[in-house]
C-alpha cells in the first residue's frame, strides 16, 4: 500500500464535457467570446435529395445504355412480299401454307409482314414449299430444280 498516492482525487460521476452542436449564430458567439474551442462542419448532404444521383451518375447511365447489344434484324421486305406473292400464286392461305411447313399461321403472317427474325430452317422450309428463293441474292425467283454435274 506504499504507492497510493494521497493528494490524488477521484470524482465519482463527473463526466467529460462533450462537444455541444449549436444550432443558431448567437450560441455560436457566445462560445467565440468566452475563448471556447470552436469547429465547424458543414454536411456533405446536408438538406438534399437522397434519392437524386449527381450528373456523373447520368453520364455513365448514358454511357452504358450506347453499350447495350442491339435487337437482331427483322426479316427484310422484299422476303415479305416473295412469300406473299408465291403464296397467292399457289393460291394457298396463309394456314394450308403453314401447315405444310409445320409451323404455327402466326408465323407466317410475322414472316410475311416483315417482323419475324430470319430462322434459317423456318425460310428452307418455305422455299421448298413455295418453290421461290428467299435467302441470299435474287429473293423472289423460281428455284431450279437440282444441279446437274
Avoid at 450560441?27 to 435529395?49: E, S
Avoid at 450528373?55 to 442491339?70: F, S, T, Y
Wanted: glycine share 8%; charged share 30%.
Amino acid at each position: 500500500m506504499s504507492n497510493t498516492d494521497w493528494d490524488s482525487k477521484t470524482v465519482i460521476g463527473f463526466k467529460a464535457k462533450a462537444p455541444k452542436v449549436t444550432r443558431n449564430t448567437s450560441d455560436l458567439n457566445a462560445a467565440r467570446r468566452t475563448g471556447a474551442v470552436v469547429a465547424t462542419d458543414k454536411k456533405v448532404t446536408a438538406g438534399g435529395n437522397k434519392a437524386h444521383q449527381g450528373p456523373d451518375h447520368q453520364r455513365i447511365a448514358k454511357l452504358d445504355r450506347e453499350n447495350e447489344v442491339a435487337p437482331p434484324p427483322k426479316i427484310a421486305p422484299t422476303v415479305g412480299k416473295a412469300i406473299q406473292t408465291a403464296r397467292m400464286d399457289k393460291q394457298m392461305t396463309q394456314k394450308d401454307l403453314a401447315q405444310k411447313v409445320n409451323e404455327k399461321p402466326s408465323v407466317i403472317q410475322d414472316y410475311e409482314s416483315s417482323k419475324a427474325i430470319p430462322n434459317p430452317q423456318i425460310l428452307g422450309k418455305l422455299e421448298r414449299t413455295l418453290g421461290v428463293k428467299l435467302r441470299g441474292a435474287d429473293i423472289g425467283k423460281k428455284l431450279e430444280g437440282p444441279k446437274k454435274s
